[in-house]
């Protein structure tokens, strides 16, 4: 039997390097050549591959040099102000917790903004009911224009390491605000 075999490997050793020294050819990928033709193969893909999370991505992606902060920013109308002034009572605690931010603008009586209070500085033990917002107010306040593209905003995130920002208007007022969380929500979903 060891015969046998030994003799058939001989005659096969042959085939086998003629099958080696063959070159698998692949068939050609498609690369698109336009932005169009790439939306085309998006557009084609099935959502088995790539779902409509997916596709929300890539669109974001694709579209973040031509988006600018006031499309994706809290417009001034729904933001929740706080007077210098106000006490932070449980009234005063309630309003803003139930507001879902994170962040408050602190204003004078004029209506200037004089700072932020953040969420973290409301969560301190030591909060007394007849303490006044501008105690827990930081006075570090960043901008940022309604038209500054998001690149631009991200530049400002790294250089000056805030995370949220109030907006102006083109006639220098106050227009909303931006977090570096409605950067994240709009890019990642």
Do not use: W
Not at 49 to 64: D, E, K, P, Q, Y
Not at 101 to 107: G, I, L, R
């Amino acid at each position: 039997m060891v015969k046998i075999v030994g003799f058939l490997d001989r005659r096969f050793e042959k085939y086998r390097n003629r099958l080696s020294l063959e070159v698998k050819v692949e068939p050609p990928k498609y690369t698109p050549k336009t932005m169009e033709d790439f939306i085309g193969v998006l557009q084609r893909t099935p959502k088995s591959i790539l779902n409509n999370v997916g596709r929300s991505r890539i669109a974001a992606v694709m579209s973040f040099d031509e988006r600018v902060v006031g499309d994706i920013m809290v417009a001034k109308k729904d933001m929740v102000f706080v007077n210098e002034k106000d006490f932070l009572g449980p009234l005063m605690l309630d309003k803003l917790y139930k507001s879902g931010f994170y962040n408050f603008p602190v204003v004078d009586n004029g209506g200037k903004v004089k700072g932020v209070i953040h969420t973290e500085a409301l969560n301190a033990l030591e909060i007394k009911k007849t303490d006044r917002a501008g105690k827990y107010m930081d006075g570090n306040v960043v901008y940022l224009h309604e038209g500054d593209s998001l690149k631009k905003a991200v530049e400002e995130i790294e250089r000056t390491n805030a995370y949220y920002f109030l907006v102006l208007d083109k006639d220098e007022g106050l227009a909303g605000f931006f977090t570096v969380q409605m950067l994240l929500d709009y890019l990642l979903g």
